[in-house]
Antibody, heavy 121, light 106 residues
Framework: EVQLVESGGGLVQPGRSLRLSCAAS????????MHWVRQAPGKGLEWVSG????????GYADSVKGRFTISRDNARNSLYLQMNSLRAEDMALYYC??????????????WGRGTLVTVSS | EIVLTQSPGTLSLSPGERATLSCRAS???????LAWYQQKPGQAPSLLIY???SRATGIPDRFSGSGSGTDFTLTISRLEPEDFAVYYC????????FGQGTKVEI
């Protein structure tokens, strides 16, 4: 079955760090660019970061630049998001999403179910 | 950053009716790099349309997309019960951004 499964979310205090993971299965992971997209409770969607198939091209939203780091391990079919200096406004459901191209096209043809990040003291 | 504004915020319709959703960009979206997604309660979004008018795999032909430049439209020709959901447009000509969503309700 073609799927993406996120993990690593949880409750974290402001200023602390968290690392999200996304496990891909059912398709050739290194044929695709990958992204993180988030959705605050009751709100719309916000693109967070994207990475090309070979990690050669990486992009971030201005809201997370300098605090978040995206990475991937093609041998493990996994995508990661290291989130540092977390803020209340980072609280959201974080989705892992597949790009239909190896070098990012910027839209998303497969989504995981998300992992919830709660930032609170 | 390209800002996308969707209208209306909520669309109240009945099964069998036609739905027309609008997405307007603050500046021209290059090469019709516009997508539409459907999100049902408690679920992840799913891709409906890419490149403004191309249906994603498995999407029924009652869904159609059109437009270019700054004005785009998603049309659902005859609403089925499973189509009642929130719809988002997204541009990917530059750093990806989404509209705020249109809720299609019964």
């Amino acid at each position: 079955e073609v799927q993406l499964v996120e993990s690593g979310g949880g409750l974290v205090q402001p200023g602390r760090s968290l690392r999200l993971s996304c496990a891909a299965s059912g398709f050739t992971f290194d044929d695709y660019a990958m992204h993180w997209v988030r959705q605050a409770p009751g709100k719309g969607l916000e693109w967070v970061s994207g990475i090309s198939w070979n990690s050669g091209s990486i992009g971030y939203a201005d809201s997370v630049k300098g605090r978040f780091t995206i990475s991937r391990d093609n041998a493990r079919n996994s995508l990661y998001l290291q989130m540092n200096s977390l803020r209340a406004e980072d609280m959201a459901l974080y989705y892992c999403a597949r790009d239909p191209r190896a070098y990012s096209s910027g839209y998303f043809d497969l989504w995981g179910r998300g992992t919830l990040v709660t930032v609170s003291s | 950053e390209i800002v996308l504004t969707q209208s209306p915020g909520t669309l109240s319709l009945s099964p069998g009716e036609r739905a027309t959703l609008s997405c307007r960009a603050s500046q021209s979206v290059s090469s019709t790099y516009l997508a539409w997604y459907q999100q049902k309660p408690g679920q992840a979004p799913s891709l409906l349309i890419y490149a403004a008018s191309s249906r994603a795999t498995g999407i029924p032909d009652r869904f159609s997309g059109s437009g270019s430049g700054t004005d785009f439209t998603l049309t659902i020709s005859r609403l089925e019960p499973e189509d009642f959901a929130v719809y988002y447009c997204q541009q990917y000509g530059s750093s990806p951004t989404f509209g705020q969503g249109t809720k299609v309700e019964i």
